[in-house]
């Protein structure tokens, strides 16, 4: 029987109650404030809004380095011997995290990518879910896993209502004409990840501080 060990980004902003439960092993992604660099793990979102307020521009963020992929492989491999790797990346067309595993995994055999097509919690609950398959299916086997990761992220959607327009209008998400018209008909903003990409819609009605569900 085969021993797996899951591998995704901190981006996935899985809670630490899955990571310790699923021995589900992270590798950084970047927050670049200016000239200078953080883990996305060290900052809090305060630290994103103060910067704002200071410069007028938000922070940059950047993916996983082949540096971080090889280090996080090559603990795996000393740990665990004849462990077989399962990396679930963040969505490949956001960010250069899949490519940065692909080039470290040329120095191993048993790395097995998974592009997730998912963000931030709609990638963590793909891979929450490909651990709980494991830890049921005791036999399966790395092509069983990566065939059902490959089936529940088609089936996964992510929404979110952000109650403010201003920091999609400042990140380039919308245009400052969007921004007005959205402001002058009090519209709410929905924002939806489908196959990968970010798409933004809006909902017309008044903007509360207790979004309607989707």
């Not at 660099?37 to 103060?50: L, P, Q, R, Y």
């Not at 410069?55 to 665990?80: A, H």
């Not at 830890?135 to 403010?164: C, H, K, M, W």
């Not at 999609?168 to 969007?178: C, E, M, Q, T, W």
Request: proline content about 4%; charged content about 20%.
């Amino acid at each position: 029987m085969s021993q797996f060990i899951l591998v995704t980004e901190s981006g996935a902003d899985l809670p630490q109650k899955y990571i310790d439960r699923f021995n589900i092993k992270i590798v950084p992604m970047y927050v670049n404030f200016g000239e200078n660099t953080f883990k996305d793990s060290d900052i809090k979102a305060e630290d994103v809004f103060d910067y704002y307020e200071k410069n007028k521009i938000l922070p940059t963020t950047s993916g996983s380095t082949p540096n971080d992929f090889t280090e996080i492989f090559r603990n795996i491999n000393e740990t665990y011997l004849d462990a077989e790797i399962i990396y679930i990346a963040y969505s490949s067309v956001t960010t250069v995290s899949l490519n940065s595993a692909r080039i470290a995994a040329e120095e191993f055999s048993n790395v097995h990518m998974i592009d997730s097509k998912n963000c931030t919690v709609g990638l963590g609950t793909v891979v929450i879910a490909a651990a709980e398959y494991i830890e049921n299916n005791p036999g399966a086997e790395a092509q069983d896993i990566i065939q059902f990761v490959e089936e529940i992220r088609e089936r996964t959607r992510f929404v979110f209502l952000p109650y403010s327009l201003l920091y999609l209008k400042a990140g380039g998400r919308i245009s400052n004409a969007s921004y007005i018209g959205a402001m002058l008909l009090k519209s709410t903003p929905r924002s939806i990840l489908k196959t990968g990409i970010w798409s933004l819609a809006q909902s017309i009605g008044v903007v509360s501080k207790k979004p309607t569900k989707i």
